[in-house]
């Protein structure tokens, strides 16, 4: 009989010499809310595109994954309870023993044990194919959680505003659309396209909304962190702009510069970064907190031209040195040309104002602006050695 919950684990072989041969092999349970899998129900199980798997190769006689099937039990139980609040969530766990279920594991490549799989949404003939190796943690909660998060609906419809107010409490970063009463049911369709399409390639839960009162269009995401809401006015059938304005709208418009934000601003697709270079050891700190606010809602204004980061140059060494700057003239904001490499500081000692900071940029962006000509292409990532390129200020 078919276990509620489908949920999918696999087993991964090790050779015979590595059992212990004095010891029985410990019964692998039937979970009750972990459904095993077999050559016999797996296509059957699998075969659904809308139910993603997260299956874990397991053997009997491995004390690992004994312990992860400990792990998916409980974590059985907390997707169990998450589905009672949000019915979206439909995730499955499942177990595969290898030991009765070699061919299955070959089919995955599977080479040790405990390994897990995750199996998105998608055509049965691509499932596997789409397939990616769990590198998680393995508490249950860390599974659970991942379970959650990657099942959840790339777009959930919004019949109400309370409902609206619940979706965009329920995660650090939302992204709603409203759609107009007079739009047309094919520019619906096209919008919810389009919605469709970037959240495949961002983290973040979609909604659409379809108004009752009003004929304006508008997307809205929505920062817990900053407690922001940042608005589009675009076209939201245009796939590449609304997928442009998420993208950079999904963080706060200024953030430090720090291991963690450097893949974003240097792999970002837009083209230059701001950077507001200031001692964090100097002596008073009203004029780095005054061009930090200007720069902040300099950054609101221009999204999707470019991103603006905070650089304390005692925490980068080599700051001053690629910038070709003097510790005494900061703060001062430089933007940086990703793709030519070139170095355009805005030329007002210690004052910044939104304003400034907003026109400095643009005329940038214009071609109006006169770069640094002592312009450093750097070599392997290093400041030290003269170069951004990769991101690197060490």
Not at 288 to 309: H, I, P, V, W
């Amino acid at each position: 009989a078919m276990v509620r919950g489908l949920q999918f684990v696999f087993v991964i072989l090790l050779p015979l010499s590595a059992r212990a041969d004095d010891a029985p092999p410990p019964v692998l349970k039937a979970l009750p809310t972990v459904f095993v899998l077999s050559a016999a129900n797996f296509s059957e199980h699998a075969s659904s595109p809308h139910v993603p798997l997260l299956v874990a190769f397991v053997a009997q006689w491995c004390a690992h994954s004994q312990r992860l099937l400990s792990a998916f039990d409980e974590a059985a139980e907390a997707l169990e309870y998450a589905r009672q609040s949000d019915s979206f969530i439909n995730g499955r766990l499942t177990t595969i023993d290898v030991d009765s279920e070699a061919p299955l594991a070959q089919r995955f490549g599977v080479e040790s044990y405990p390994t897990i799989y995750w199996l998105p949404r998608a055509e049965p003939a691509e499932r596997e194919m789409n397939a990616e190796e769990y590198r998680g943690g393995r508490s249950a909660a860390q599974i659970a959680d991942f379970v959650i998060r990657k099942s959840a609906p790339l777009l959930r419809r919004l019949d109400s505003e309370e409902a609206v107010d619940a979706f965009t409490a329920s995660a650090d970063v939302t992204v709603v659309a409203t759609v107009g009463a007079s739009a047309a049911a094919e520019d619906v369709g096209a919008v919810e396209a389009a919605l469709r399409a970037v959240s495949r390639e961002v983290e973040a839960p979609f909604g659409l909304k379809l108004s009752a009162t009003s004929d304006f269009s508008v997307l809205h995401v929505h920062r817990q962190q900053d407690f922001a809401t940042i608005q589009h006015e675009g076209d939201l059938k245009n796939r590449s702009s609304v997928s442009a304005f998420v993208r950079n709208a999904l963080h706060p418009p200024l953030v430090p510069f720090t291991a963690a934000s450097q893949a974003r601003l240097f792999s970002s697709t837009t083209s230059m970064i701001a950077f507001l270079l200031f001692d964090g050891l100097a002596a008073g700190g009203d004029s780095n907190a005054d061009a930090k606010r200007a720069c902040e809602a300099a950054a609101s204004r221009l999204l999707g031209t470019a991103l603006f980061t905070t650089l304390d140059v005692t925490k980068h060494k080599g700051a001053l040195s690629f910038f070709d700057l003097d510790r005494e003239a900061l703060p001062v904001l430089v933007v940086y040309d990703k793709e030519a490499h070139r170095r355009y500081p805005l030329s007002i000692a210690r004052s910044f104002t939104m304003e400034e900071i907003e026109q400095h940029v643009l005329g940038v962006a214009r071609g109006e602006v006169i770069p640094r000509m002592r312009t450093s292409v750097l070599e392997g990532g290093s400041l030290e050695g003269g170069s951004l390129e990769g991101g690197s200020l060490e």
